[in-house]
């Protein structure tokens, strides 16, 4: 299991690439990236913030459920903090697992809770200002099929 | 003594990112009311408890929960990660 959180941003075809040759006895690597919508040219960007020190633990405490919960080989999560540009990689999960169906279902529930049980915050800047994204009643409704 | 953090619009409202905190509040409620006291920013941005969380120790908790042996409270609205 990786979790890094950082402002650099990161290279999706090798991370993907070297984590699925890390791991073994997997058949199925699922993977998710999110990028900085532009909101039809309207952002300019997105300012994210985080809480050092919780955030790693928070990431790492949901990847170690996913695992307690599916049949995985490995885990990878890398989240960026920082002023990004539209177009940029925000965030990648990969999961890998002897079967599809975990690897997958695993993606997903760890994207549901990073969503909203990481201490990120969002803020959209743009033409008209800067704005805090605020959490949608719908993401957190998400974690309730899990 | 205890280190009180903010993050995002509630480090906005209230002016700055930590704090340490003389206190004897006995739960994180009771050091919302002391700091809501304070100064019209902090009751600005304790308005409405509905958005905000509270972590206490890096560990999401509530607002009724104690203080007790508690050396960091961090306030922040909803996460939106991911």
Known sequence: MRVDVQSAPFDLGFELAAFTA???GAGAVV???????DEAGTLSGMEIEHYPGMTEKAIRGIAEEAARRWALADVLVIHRHGRLAPGEAIMM???AAPHRGDAFAAAEYLMDYLKSRAPFW???LGAGGEAW???KDSDEDALKRW | MIDVLYFAWVRERIGLPRERIETGAATVADLVEELRAREERYAAAFADLSSLRVALD???SSFDAPLAGVREVAFFPPMTGG
């Open chain 1, 22 to 24: 890390g791991v073994r």
């Open chain 1, 133 to 135: 994204v605020a959490a």
């Open chain 1, 93 to 95: 999960v990969a999961t």
């Open chain 1, 122 to 124: 969002k803020k959209e």
């Open chain 2, 58 to 60: 890096q560990e999401l």
């Open chain 1, 31 to 37: 993977s998710f990236t999110g990028l900085v919508r």
